[in-house]
T-cell receptor, first 113, second 116 residues
Framework: QKEVEQNSGPLSVPEGAIASLNCTYS??????FFWYRQYSGKSPELIMF????GDKEDGRFTAQLNKASQYVSLLIRDSQPSDSATYLC?????????????FGGGTRLMVKP | DVKVTQSSRYLVKRTGEKVFLECVQD?????MFWYRQDPGLGLRLIYF???????EKGDIPEGYSVSREKKERFSLILESASTNQTSMYLC???????????????FGPGTRLTVL
Protein backbone atom coordinates (compact mmCIF):
# COMPACT_ATOMS: atom_id res chain seq x y z
CA GLN A 1 0.00 0.00 0.00
CA LYS A 2 1.32 3.43 -0.92
CA GLU A 3 1.76 5.87 1.93
CA VAL A 4 -0.41 8.51 0.25
CA GLU A 5 -2.89 7.43 -2.41
CA GLN A 6 -4.83 9.49 -4.90
CA ASN A 7 -6.84 8.56 -7.95
CA SER A 8 -4.73 9.70 -10.89
CA GLY A 9 -7.76 10.72 -12.96
CA PRO A 10 -8.35 12.56 -15.13
CA LEU A 11 -11.36 13.85 -13.26
CA SER A 12 -13.51 15.76 -15.70
CA VAL A 13 -16.17 18.20 -14.48
CA PRO A 14 -18.20 20.85 -16.30
CA GLU A 15 -17.62 24.51 -15.56
CA GLY A 16 -19.57 25.63 -12.49
CA ALA A 17 -19.76 22.15 -10.94
CA ILE A 18 -18.17 20.92 -7.72
CA ALA A 19 -14.94 18.97 -8.12
CA SER A 20 -14.20 16.45 -5.37
CA LEU A 21 -10.66 15.17 -4.93
CA ASN A 22 -9.77 12.46 -2.44
CA CYS A 23 -6.64 11.25 -0.71
CA THR A 24 -5.98 8.45 1.77
CA TYR A 25 -2.87 8.03 3.88
CA SER A 26 -1.37 5.25 5.96
CA UNK A 27 0.64 7.04 8.70
CA UNK A 28 -1.67 7.39 11.71
CA UNK A 29 0.77 9.77 13.40
CA UNK A 30 0.51 12.40 10.66
CA UNK A 31 -0.73 15.76 11.89
CA UNK A 32 -0.39 18.18 8.98
CA PHE A 33 -2.00 17.81 5.57
CA PHE A 34 -1.57 19.89 2.46
CA TRP A 35 -3.12 20.31 -0.95
CA TYR A 36 -0.87 21.64 -3.70
CA ARG A 37 -1.89 22.62 -7.21
CA GLN A 38 0.49 22.07 -10.09
CA TYR A 39 -0.12 23.48 -13.55
CA SER A 40 1.50 21.68 -16.46
CA GLY A 41 5.18 22.61 -16.69
CA LYS A 42 5.10 24.55 -13.42
CA SER A 43 6.09 23.77 -9.86
CA PRO A 44 3.57 22.96 -7.10
CA GLU A 45 1.97 25.75 -5.10
CA LEU A 46 0.10 25.42 -1.83
CA ILE A 47 -3.65 26.01 -1.89
CA MET A 48 -4.82 24.50 1.41
CA PHE A 49 -3.38 23.37 4.75
CA UNK A 50 -5.41 21.50 7.37
CA UNK A 51 -4.53 19.83 10.66
CA UNK A 52 -7.82 19.57 12.57
CA UNK A 53 -10.60 17.10 11.89
CA GLY A 54 -13.48 18.65 10.03
CA ASP A 55 -13.75 21.22 7.28
CA LYS A 56 -11.65 24.24 6.44
CA GLU A 57 -12.90 26.70 3.87
CA ASP A 58 -10.97 29.26 1.84
CA GLY A 59 -12.90 30.92 -0.95
CA ARG A 60 -14.05 28.27 -3.42
CA PHE A 61 -11.88 25.61 -1.77
CA THR A 62 -12.83 23.38 1.16
CA ALA A 63 -10.49 20.85 2.69
CA GLN A 64 -11.95 18.04 4.75
CA LEU A 65 -9.97 15.89 7.17
CA ASN A 66 -11.00 12.67 8.89
CA LYS A 67 -8.10 11.26 10.89
CA ALA A 68 -10.04 8.23 12.13
CA SER A 69 -10.65 7.13 8.55
CA GLN A 70 -7.30 8.47 7.36
CA TYR A 71 -8.56 10.50 4.47
CA VAL A 72 -8.37 14.09 3.40
CA SER A 73 -10.37 15.61 0.56
CA LEU A 74 -10.53 18.83 -1.40
CA LEU A 75 -13.74 20.30 -2.78
CA ILE A 76 -13.62 23.00 -5.43
CA ARG A 77 -16.92 24.82 -5.83
CA ASP A 78 -17.94 26.66 -8.99
CA SER A 79 -15.09 25.01 -10.89
CA GLN A 80 -13.43 27.15 -13.55
CA PRO A 81 -11.34 26.14 -16.57
CA SER A 82 -8.41 27.83 -14.80
CA ASP A 83 -8.71 25.16 -12.08
CA SER A 84 -7.57 22.54 -14.60
CA ALA A 85 -4.34 21.24 -13.10
CA THR A 86 -2.91 18.33 -11.14
CA TYR A 87 -3.71 18.41 -7.42
CA LEU A 88 -1.19 16.86 -5.07
CA CYS A 89 -2.05 15.67 -1.59
CA UNK A 90 0.87 15.84 0.86
CA UNK A 91 1.06 14.43 4.37
CA UNK A 92 3.66 15.29 6.98
CA UNK A 93 5.47 12.23 8.26
CA UNK A 94 4.10 11.24 11.66
CA UNK A 95 7.42 11.29 13.47
CA UNK A 96 7.80 14.93 12.34
CA UNK A 97 11.14 13.92 10.91
CA UNK A 98 12.27 17.38 9.97
CA UNK A 99 8.92 18.33 8.52
CA UNK A 100 9.26 15.89 5.65
CA UNK A 101 6.21 15.45 3.47
CA UNK A 102 5.05 12.42 1.55
CA PHE A 103 3.24 13.30 -1.66
CA GLY A 104 0.55 11.36 -3.44
CA GLY A 105 0.79 10.82 -7.16
CA GLY A 106 -1.69 13.57 -7.89
CA THR A 107 -5.14 13.80 -9.45
CA ARG A 108 -5.46 15.51 -12.79
CA LEU A 109 -8.53 17.73 -12.92
CA MET A 110 -10.05 18.93 -16.19
CA VAL A 111 -12.77 21.57 -16.07
CA LYS A 112 -14.65 21.80 -19.36
CA PRO A 113 -16.27 25.09 -20.45
CA ASP B 1 7.58 36.90 -1.46
CA VAL B 2 9.47 33.71 -0.85
CA LYS B 3 11.81 33.00 -3.67
CA VAL B 4 13.42 29.68 -4.42
CA THR B 5 15.65 29.68 -7.45
CA GLN B 6 17.36 26.84 -9.26
CA SER B 7 20.49 27.21 -11.33
CA SER B 8 19.14 25.86 -14.62
CA ARG B 9 15.72 25.24 -16.18
CA TYR B 10 17.04 22.72 -18.66
CA LEU B 11 20.22 20.66 -18.56
CA VAL B 12 21.57 17.99 -20.91
CA LYS B 13 24.43 15.81 -19.72
CA ARG B 14 26.15 12.63 -20.85
CA THR B 15 26.25 9.32 -19.02
CA GLY B 16 29.05 9.26 -16.47
CA GLU B 17 29.31 13.04 -16.07
CA LYS B 18 29.24 14.66 -12.64
CA VAL B 19 26.24 16.96 -12.41
CA PHE B 20 25.60 19.79 -9.96
CA LEU B 21 22.13 21.23 -9.40
CA GLU B 22 21.98 24.31 -7.21
CA CYS B 23 19.13 25.79 -5.23
CA VAL B 24 19.00 29.09 -3.39
CA GLN B 25 16.26 30.44 -1.09
CA ASP B 26 15.98 33.94 0.28
CA UNK B 27 13.62 33.47 3.25
CA UNK B 28 16.03 32.18 5.90
CA UNK B 29 14.32 28.78 5.91
CA UNK B 30 15.89 26.07 8.00
CA UNK B 31 14.67 23.18 5.85
CA MET B 32 15.61 22.51 2.25
CA PHE B 33 14.58 19.55 0.11
CA TRP B 34 15.40 17.93 -3.21
CA TYR B 35 12.71 15.96 -5.06
CA ARG B 36 12.46 14.33 -8.43
CA GLN B 37 9.18 14.14 -10.28
CA ASP B 38 8.41 11.48 -12.85
CA PRO B 39 5.14 10.69 -14.67
CA GLY B 40 3.14 8.10 -12.76
CA LEU B 41 5.51 8.20 -9.78
CA GLY B 42 4.78 11.65 -8.40
CA LEU B 43 7.16 13.66 -6.25
CA ARG B 44 9.78 11.60 -4.47
CA LEU B 45 12.15 12.96 -1.84
CA ILE B 46 15.84 12.46 -2.56
CA TYR B 47 17.50 14.33 0.30
CA PHE B 48 16.58 16.80 2.98
CA UNK B 49 18.59 19.24 5.11
CA UNK B 50 17.38 20.92 8.29
CA UNK B 51 20.52 22.94 8.99
CA UNK B 52 23.88 23.87 7.54
CA UNK B 53 26.04 20.80 6.97
CA UNK B 54 23.17 18.52 8.08
CA UNK B 55 21.48 16.12 5.71
CA GLU B 56 19.02 13.26 5.85
CA LYS B 57 18.29 10.65 3.22
CA GLY B 58 14.87 10.68 1.67
CA ASP B 59 13.12 7.86 -0.11
CA ILE B 60 15.45 7.54 -3.13
CA PRO B 61 18.98 8.75 -2.22
CA GLU B 62 20.91 6.16 -4.27
CA GLY B 63 23.13 7.77 -6.89
CA TYR B 64 22.84 11.23 -5.35
CA SER B 65 24.64 13.29 -2.74
CA VAL B 66 24.01 16.77 -1.35
CA SER B 67 25.88 19.69 0.12
CA ARG B 68 24.72 22.51 2.34
CA GLU B 69 27.58 24.83 3.24
CA LYS B 70 25.41 27.92 3.67
CA LYS B 71 21.87 28.21 5.01
CA GLU B 72 20.45 29.62 1.80
CA ARG B 73 22.04 27.16 -0.62
CA PHE B 74 21.44 23.45 -1.13
CA SER B 75 23.18 21.51 -3.88
CA LEU B 76 22.28 18.16 -5.39
CA ILE B 77 25.13 16.17 -6.91
CA LEU B 78 24.89 13.30 -9.33
CA GLU B 79 28.31 11.67 -8.98
CA SER B 80 28.07 9.73 -12.24
CA ALA B 81 24.93 10.53 -14.19
CA SER B 82 22.92 7.68 -15.65
CA THR B 83 20.03 7.64 -18.09
CA ASN B 84 17.59 6.61 -15.35
CA GLN B 85 18.29 9.93 -13.64
CA THR B 86 16.61 11.79 -16.48
CA SER B 87 13.84 13.61 -14.66
CA MET B 88 12.43 16.90 -13.39
CA TYR B 89 14.26 17.97 -10.23
CA LEU B 90 12.50 20.26 -7.80
CA CYS B 91 14.02 22.06 -4.85
CA UNK B 92 11.88 23.27 -1.95
CA UNK B 93 12.37 25.08 1.34
CA UNK B 94 10.37 25.65 4.54
CA UNK B 95 10.63 26.85 8.10
CA UNK B 96 11.09 24.22 10.75
CA UNK B 97 7.96 23.82 12.90
CA UNK B 98 6.65 21.40 15.48
CA UNK B 99 3.96 18.95 14.40
CA UNK B 100 0.56 20.27 13.45
CA UNK B 101 1.77 23.59 12.13
CA UNK B 102 1.74 24.95 8.63
CA UNK B 103 5.25 24.24 7.44
CA UNK B 104 4.46 24.98 3.82
CA UNK B 105 7.15 24.00 1.38
CA UNK B 106 7.93 26.56 -1.29
CA PHE B 107 9.15 25.15 -4.56
CA GLY B 108 11.64 26.37 -7.11
CA PRO B 109 10.82 26.34 -10.84
CA GLY B 110 12.48 22.96 -11.42
CA THR B 111 15.36 21.70 -13.54
CA ARG B 112 14.58 19.30 -16.34
CA LEU B 113 17.65 17.09 -16.61
CA THR B 114 18.23 14.84 -19.59
CA VAL B 115 21.05 12.31 -19.41
CA LEU B 116 22.07 10.91 -22.81
Amino acid sequence: QKEVEQNSGPLSVPEGAIASLNCTYSDRGSQSFFWYRQYSGKSPELIMFIYSNGDKEDGRFTAQLNKASQYVSLLIRDSQPSDSATYLCAVEKGDNAGNMLTFGGGTRLMVKP
Amino acid sequence: DVKVTQSSRYLVKRTGEKVFLECVQDMDHENMFWYRQDPGLGLRLIYFSYDVKMKEKGDIPEGYSVSREKKERFSLILESASTNQTSMYLCASSFWTSGGANNEQFFGPGTRLTVL
